[in-house]
Structure formats: structure tokens, C-alpha cells
């Protein structure tokens, strides 16, 4: 049983002035059922719920544009992740969510894959493990250390920190999932069982500076742990500032017209917008081209929020239309710094059937080809 008026009083909800700007932002409410206001609207009312009707909860990529764009600071988003909450400790939980999430717990990964196998994409590097004592821990996000496809991401930011004489190593086995799409789903004892063993394979590490390849795992870690004894930075932050204090340099054209979609855990959330542009900018021969809706308008590439496990009840791409949008600028070369939006954006070309025309390439992949 849902308590309703515990939820509006933890969330304040009793807030929301019911404007819809929440919904007149939401990605998903012109493709799906859900809408953020009519949501917390029927909240107010005290209205029955009932949970496992309303599967479009499943729909939210917890973009955050609701909450971002609420005058008076209501986060809808945060009531779905609550309601997912109770859907999971209902017991009944969606089927392609129950593989990922027993994987995480077992495996530290929600891809289903063996945890020795967690450092197989940096074979052959000769990687620093942390006990030599490094200024930077480089952290892989899960995809990027399992997926063939992303792969090749961490394998450019090493190279591109060895460019710069960085000094740095990895957690190698010890790592594992940062946690940050199992809050969303609302499986919320799980996020805190990682975050509480993180931070004591962090500190056990003696982890002071991190560098992670996935704007989730820099949110979470920055925003959702709470009092850290580390600090942590997303890729395009750290390589942006290698290259203005001249310490990495470019030896290499890349003749290219690109275009950049934010990723909304690096953007919209935590206010990166320049750093990727910076990187960009500063590759010869990039001509580099916005697409209209860009940086706080920016529009989410809909895998996050589990999203990547979960189907949703629309079978709309937004990234098939955000493909289209970067054709549009007259891009050969769409650039994003997150593998969700990588992964998303890839099917998105094949779907749409632009393969000859665009390519979905990560920054650190333009940038390594630079060096």
C-alpha cells in the first residue's frame, strides 16, 4: 500500500504550482503516457494508486529536465524512482529487470558477465594497479569495461593520458557498478550496499583523485555519495585542462564536420557544457557545429534510468529524432561523451538508416586520433 501523503511530504510536492512545465519538458510525455504533472497532480488529490497498473513509470530516463525546470524545485522524477522503489520491494519486479539487478549483486555489473572479466578491455596496456600509488584512479563504467562496442573508449583515455604524462592506474578487479542506474530503478537498498563497499575499496586504495569515463558514474559519485574522502572528475573535464595548460598537444588532422549531443548526467545535471566543446575545438582540422537544441536544451538520448534494460511502453526512438537533428548541422561525426548515449545514438544511425552519412564516435576516439 502506497502512503500517499508521506510521499508528498518527503518529496514536497505540495509545492508544485501545477504550470507543466515539468511535462512541456519531459522527453518521454510526447512519446509515452507518463506525465510528471498530472502525476504529482494526482498525488496532491490524495488519489488511490495503483502501482503496477501504471507500467509507463518505466518510461522516465530520470533526465531531470522536470525538476531542473520547475519554478518552485519539485522533482517528479524523484517520485517515480520512489514509486519504482515500491514496486521492486512489491516483489513483483519487471523480467528484464531481474537479470541485471541479481548480476549486480553477484557479479558487480547489471550486463550479466563474469566479475574476473571486468578488466579484460585493457589486456595488453600494462596498466598501474592502485597499490603502486597513482595521482588519478581511472574508473571504467560498466559498459565501457564489458561492451566491445565502447570498448575502445577507456582505451583512448589511456593513451591520451600517457600523452600527457599522467600518472595513473585503475581499480582492475576491485571495481565494480557505481550504483547509479540501480537508484533509479528504485532498488534502493542495492545503491546503498555499493556505495558503502565502494567507498571502502576507494579508501582501502587510498583513491584521492578519480577520472571516470561515464557521466554517471561522475554524478553519482559526486552528487549521491555523500561525504567522500576523494574527489572526481569526468574525462572531458581532466582532458580539457590538459590541453589548455599545454600538456597534451595534437600532432594529427581530423578532417571532420562534428556535432556534440550532451549527455544529460553531465550537462543538465552537473553544468559541463564547455569542457567537451574545448576538447573539440582543439583538434585540427574539426570544424565544430551545434546542433539547435543543445546544451541546456539539449534532448536526452533515452538511455538512461535503466532505460538500457528496459523497454518502456513506447516504441518511439528519441535518438532516432536526435540523429535526424544532427544531420541536420551537416555533421559526418556525432560526438558524445557518455557510452549510454554512444550505444543509443550507434542503433539510432542503423535504425534510421544513415550509416553512410553520420557516424557515432566518443571524444576521446577523435581526440586519440589526433595524437
Known amino acids: 500500500m502506497i502512503d500517499i501523503q508521506s510521499l508528498v511530504e518527503q518529496l514536497e510536492l505540495a509545492a508544485c504550482i501545477q504550470c507543466g512545465k515539468c511535462t512541456g519538458g519531459c522527453p518521454i510525455a510526447v512519446k509515452s503516457t507518463m506525465n510528471p504533472r498530472a502525476l504529482v497532480y494526482q498525488f496532491l488529490r490524495g488519489e488511490d494508486f495503483e502501482l503496477t497498473a501504471r507500467e509507463d513509470l518505466w518510461d522516465c530516463t530520470t533526465c531531470s529536465t522536470c525538476g531542473l525546470r520547475c519554478p518552485k524545485g519539485v522533482k517528479p522524477y524523484e517520485l517515480i524512482i520512489a514509486l519504482r522503489g515500491q514496486w521492486i520491494e512489491s516483489g513483483k519486479i519487471p523480467t528484464t529487470l531481474r537479470a541485471p539487478l541479481t548480476a549486480t549483486l553477484n557479479q558487480g555489473n547489471p550486463l550479466v ?33 564489458y561492451d566491445p562496442r565502447v570498448q575502445p573508449v577507456p582505451k583512448a583515455l589511456v593513451n591520451i593520458l600517457r600523452a600527457a604524462n599522467v600518472d595513473f592506474g585503475t581499480l582492475g578487479l576491485e571495481e565494480q557498478c557505481c550504483g547509479s542506474e540501480i537508484r533509479r530503478l528504485g532498488e534502493s537498498g542495492l545503491f546503498e550496499y555499493l556505495r558503502d563497499d565502494n567507498i571502502e575499496k576507494f579508501r582501502a586504495a587510498g583513491v584521492k583523485k578519480m577520472v571516470t569515463t561515464s557521466p554517471h558514474c561522475y554524478n553519482v559519485y559526486k552528487n549521491e555519495y555523500g561525504k567522500t574522502e576523494f574527489t572526481v572528475e569526468h574525462y572531458t573535464q581532466v582532458v580539457a585542462r590538459l590541453i589548455a595548460e599545454g600538456r597534451l598537444k595534437f600532432s594529427h588532422r581530423v578532417e571532420a564536420t562534428v556535432t556534440y549531443q550532451d549527455p544529460c548526467f553531465l550537462g543538465k545535471q552537473n553544468g559541463v557544457y564547455d569542457e567537451p566543446r574545448a576538447i573539440l575545438k582543439a583538434i585540427p582540422g574539426v570544424k565544430f557545429v551545434d546542433m539547435d537544441r543543445s546544451r541546456e536544451r539539449s534532448v536526452c538520448c533515452e538511455g538512461g534510468g535503466g532505460r538500457m534494460w528496459m523497454e518502456g511502453t513506447s516504441k518511439v526512438r528519441i535518438a532516432n529524432d536526435r540523429v535526424l537533428q544532427a544531420l541536420e548541422t551537416g555533421a559526418n ?39
Open 113 to 145: 558477465l563474469p566479475r574476473e572479466d571486468r578488466s579484460l578491455w585493457a589486456d595488453g596496456l600494462d596498466l598501474k594497479e592502485m597499490a603502486e600509488g597513482v595521482e588519478y584512479t581511472m574508473f571504467t563504467c560498466c559498459e565501457n569495461a
Open 333 to 371: 561525426i556525432l560526438a558524445t561523451a557518455c557510452p549510454f548515449c554512444f550505444l543509443t545514438l550507434s542503433d539510432a544511425v542503423i535504425a534510421t538508416g544513415n550509416e553512410e552519412k553520420i557516424k557515432v564516435m566518443d571524444i576521446l576516439q577523435i581526440a586519440q586520433a589526433a595524437l
